[in-house]
């Protein structure tokens, strides 16, 4: 079992107050926090997921989970975590995955982002991989990154329905699993797999 990513991002879209200042939080605005991370968290996982679920992984679990004590004005009150069943993947592969997290979160808000908007939110750090999305992008020589970048983008662009459906199902605990489809085209073999919806589903085992 391998983990490619881990998420815990820091909220800035609310004011930051110094340690040990006790706020009551009207509930109504501690909801709103934790349904835009639960939404922000759930479609990073899922663009972890369909990515690796493209590269050649035949069983995927994306997991979101709660930080209940945490500082709903510093940290995310919800974290979340890709998990993929084996390895199987190119360096190019795993540059693509690890990059598929922010690239979902930017995506959510504009689907026709350009290269050149996505490489800047990067690097300008408004939007930065966590620290294990990078030791998968690091794997490729920084020349390469952009076009991973690229590849990325286009890969969810043209798979966003199951983004989205995945990102709805990441909020229950869940595990993706995918078939082979031997009629695959020589083009969409170099991503692993044909990602279909009606390979998506709960597991009910658990
Ligand atoms: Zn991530």
Known sequence: MKKISNTRRKS??????K???RIKLPEAMRLS???RDTKNVSIHEAGHVV???LSGNDVVWGRMYKFNDGDVFDQSTRGGCVMSSHARRTKLQSAIIGYAGVVAELLQDDKLLDLWSVEEAIEDDTFSPSPTDWANIKKIHPTWRRRALERCMDLLKANWQQVELAA??????FKFEIEFNPDASEHDETMGRIFLRENLWRDESK
């Not at 800035?12 to 107050?17: D, E, I, L, R, V």
């Open 33 to 35: 926090i934790i349904e």
């Open 19 to 21: 340690t040990g200042d």
């Open 12 to 17: 800035n879209a609310f004011p930051k107050y």
């Open 168 to 173: 709805e199902l990441i909020v229950e605990d």
């Open 51 to 53: 990515a690796a679920l």
